[in-house]
């Protein structure tokens, strides 16, 4: 290990470090094609140690995420051009696993098989092993409950509500027609029932309301924005020439502070491929500041402790830049 | 039900369900010998929608009703049942609805059309508004995906109901509009063949769309949920303009039209709106123009709020007669004496209902059998 970045002195104490956000960048712009699972697993496994303030990642695990059934929420709109990674789910689980946890306590989960088959996982909602199901799998489906948080009603994918303790969220880092950013918060619109109605005004409450639904907001424990390959204009579906290849990760145990980072780190791609900023073309991402006034974390940059690791080819960190 | 034992049913559920092909369709519509389960394996309907443009730098603005959405790739508008798919836009929903039943026309409610017969029902999942007191919420307010579908081709909805012997088909429950393409092929389809259509809505749609749908409608029936702006804006989540708009589009159409008005306790109830409504309806549609009060029952978003009280209904009835519309209904009242039609001329009971059926009808095809006047509707 290069320097001692993870060498933190208290232990990985979960709200004391609600607003850091660790971004982990592999050397020379990595594209999702060219990482391997071990490479995804490097970059998760020094970044979740950062949050957690832990210098063994199973140690890390266990102070961020609780016993019992864990959920990967992924996001799978753009097919297998554009969803999370299957290497970064596998690398993620194989860190869950390795921490302790049975495989048969993972569910990997999205809103329907149909995208997450595109998307390339392999479906299984058998009895054993990690499960890997759409909401919309036989036996499965959505609330029988209305869950309310401001302008939001919706029912929430049972995956959520009856299935696991807890959820982390694997998102994308792109740029989104209405809202201006799609990461952690807007990709939770797949665990309702209803996302459709709710994008006017660049998705704003809309998207701090979903988040703030009950079952949401107390099963959400991590976010992992993949920012290996950012779409900064275009998005949310596949856009090939408005393609970065960041070759980083987006890691915070606050939701809020995660998309912050990731706005800002979209906004710089934007400004090296002379884009206009979002507020310029009718996108400004007004929700995460509603987000941090509902309480949902942090959206002020000066209130984040932002953490940059580099990690080359051999696995050593160093510190690095956000661009 | 235990975790464990959660991910084991669907495990068990998920192979059970690829056993069993063809899906069974559900047991209350095996009467439907034309249906069949969709099977969502195959995805979901790719028929192109009607009255979209794309947008320069790319996208589509719908233009079916007058929230225009507009939608990039792989998005889908506020209905949910519309998709954009590299830049075509795609109805989901063609060929699949997820509620049919056979319904007396009495509870569309369509008073003055045809009294006594009966409508094959069908919706589809999806809707192009969210009212808090939806009582469909469950249908309307999902995704294609979230429903129980059938696949019902517009030839095999007509086969049913010429079997059937049920002489209207009406596109209902949650909202026709986002069903367009569907309805307008049955209902075309439906003309040829000599079965009526009848299309029970919420009116928000374009000018264009309707004016093509009409010859191949027969009659219309469309919720004015309030004559106040702000009512659609918070608690339909639509716009009131477009929907006065369009009545007055229908009307001028001679196409049939009945309104049905829910009057939601403190929300929409004042006697200054029944007065502002009976107003409007006289002037841009007409005294003959049938006005259906319905009571509210406590549902999806407002289980907060009572029931309407009777006597507030019967005070809408009573400030809508006296601002002289000539047939005013309380609904959701069974029993109640304002179910029943009565000539203007006379005050002769032409047609006493209970519910949904007819226990007197005092009608000489379209004229009371007392004073021989001639009563508005399709008799």
Redesign the interface.
């Not at chain 1, 909602?125 to 054993?128: L, N, V, Y």
């Not at chain 1, 029932?193 to 109605?197: F, L, T």
């Not at chain 2, 959660?6 to 192979?15: E, H, N, Y």
């Not at chain 2, 990039?72 to 949910?80: H, K, N, P, S, V």
């Given at each position: 290990m290069g320097k001692n970045y993870l060498s933190a002195k208290s232990k990985y104490v979960y709200n004391k470090y609600m607003s850091k956000v660790v971004v982990v960048k592999y050397i020379n712009s990595a594209s999702p094609e060219s990482l391997t699972k071990v490479q995804y697993g490097q970059l998760l496994s020094a970044g979740i140690r950062s949050v957690a303030g832990a210098k063994d990642i199973n140690a890390a695990v266990r102070g961020l995420i609780p016993d019992?059934?864990v959920g990967m929420k992924v996001n799978c709109?753009?097919?297998k051009a554009n969803s999370t990674p299957v290497k970064l789910v596998e690398a993620m689980t194989q860190i869950l696993t390795d921490a302790g946890r049975d495989d048969?306590d993972i569910?990997v989960w999205e809103?329907?098989s149909?995208e997450m088959k595109m998307a390339g996982f392999p479906l299984n909602?058998?009895?054993?092993g990690c499960?890997f199901?759409g909401t919309?799998?036989?036996?499965?489906?959505?609330s029988d409950d209305?869950y309310?948080s401001g302008e939001v009603?919706s029912r929430v994918s049972s995956i959520l509500t009856?299935?696991?303790?807890s959820n982390i969220n694997l998102a994308l880092l792109k740029d989104h027609?209405?809202a201006g950013l799609s990461a952690g918060l807007k990709n939770m619109y797949g665990a309702i029932?209803?996302?459709?109605?709710y994008?006017d005004n660049n998705c704003d409450p809309f998207c701090a309301d979903v988040s703030m639904l009950e079952p949401l907001r107390s099963k959400n424990r991590l976010t992992i924005i993949d920012a290996v390959r950012v779409q900064y204009d275009?998005?949310?579906?596949?856009?090939s020439q408005y393609i970065h290849n960041y070759g980083g990760l987006i890691i915070s145990a606050d939701p809020v502070a995660a998309d912050r980072i990731g706005l800002e780190i979209l906004e710089r791609i934007r400004k090296r491929h002379e884009m206009r900023p979002l507020r310029e073309v009718g996108r400004q991402v007004t929700y995460l500041d509603t987000a941090a006034k509902r309480g949902l974390g942090v959206a002020d940059m000066s209130a984040i402790a932002l953490e940059v690791i580099n990690v080359n080819a051999g696995g050593r960190l160093s510190a690095g830049e956000l661009i | 039900?235990k975790?464990?034992t959660?991910?084991?049913?669907?495990?068990?559920?998920?192979?059970a369900?690829s056993i069993l092909e063809p899906r069974l369709v559900p047991e209350y519509l095996r009467g439907f010998e034309n249906a069949c389960a969709f099977d969502?394996t195959k995805?979901l309907s790719s028929v192109e929608a009607k009255y979209y443009k794309k947008l320069e730098g790319?996208?589509i603005e719908c233009g079916i009703c007058p929230r225009h959405c507009?939608v990039?790739?792989?998005?889908?508008?506020?209905?949910?049942t519309r998709e954009n798919r590299a830049d075509t836009y795609y109805t989901l929903i063609y060929g699949l609805p997820c509620a049919l039943n056979i319904d007396p026309i009495e509870k569309k409610p369509l008073y003055h059309y045809y009294p006594g017969t009966k409508a094959l029902s069908l919706a589809t999942a999806g809707c192009n508004v969210?009212c808090k007191f939806c009582q469909n919420w469950e249908i309307s307010?999902?995704?294609p995906?979230?429903t129980d579908n059938l696949d019902i081709s517009p030839k095999a909805m007509i086969d049913i109901a010429e079997k059937r012997k049920v002489p209207h088909i009406a596109y209902t429950y949650s909202e026709p509009v986002i069903f367009y393409e569907y309805m307008s092929d049955i209902a075309r389809l439906g003309h040829e063949k000599g079965v009526k259509s009848v299309m029970i809505t919420g009116g928000y749609i374009e000018k264009e769309p309707l004016a093509e749908l009409m010859p191949h409608l027969d009659a219309i029936k469309v919720d004015l949920k309030s004559i106040r702006e702000d009512y659609y804006r918070d608690i339909v989540?639509g716009e009131l303009k477009p929907v006065l708009d369009a009545l007055i589009q229908i009307r001028e159409a001679g196409m049939w039209l009945e309104l049905v008005y829910l009057v939601v306790p403190t929300l929409n109830d004042t006697e200054a709106e029944f007065t502002e409504l009976a107003g409007w309806i006289k002037t841009y549609l007409g005294p003959d123009v049938p006005l259906h009060f319905s009571r509210f029952y406590p549902q999806?978003?407002l289980k907060n709020l009572p029931p309407t009280p009777t006597k507030t209904l019967e005070k809408a009835h009573e400030i809508c007669k006296a601002e002289g519309l000539n047939y005013v209904y309380l609904g959701n009242l069974p029993g109640h004496r304002a179910e029943s039609t009565y000539c203007p001329g006379c005050g002769q009971v032409l047609i006493e209902r209970r519910g949904y059926r007819i226990y007197r009808y005092e009608l000489d095809g379209n004229r009371c059998k007392n004073c021989n006047r001639e009563i508005p509707g399709l008799f």
């Open positions: 019992g059934v709109l753009a097919r048969n569910v809103r329907t149909r909602a058998a009895s054993s499960r199901m919309d799998a036989n036996a499965v489906g959505y209305i309310t009603n009856d299935v696991v303790d027609s209405i029932h209803n996302p459709n109605k994008h275009g998005g949310p579906g596949f856009v | 039900m975790r464990r959660f991910i084991r049913c669907v495990g068990c559920t998920a192979a369900a969502f995805g790319g996208g507009r990039t790739d792989l998005e889908r508008g506020y209905c949910g969210n307010q999902s995704r995906e979230q989540g999806y978003l």
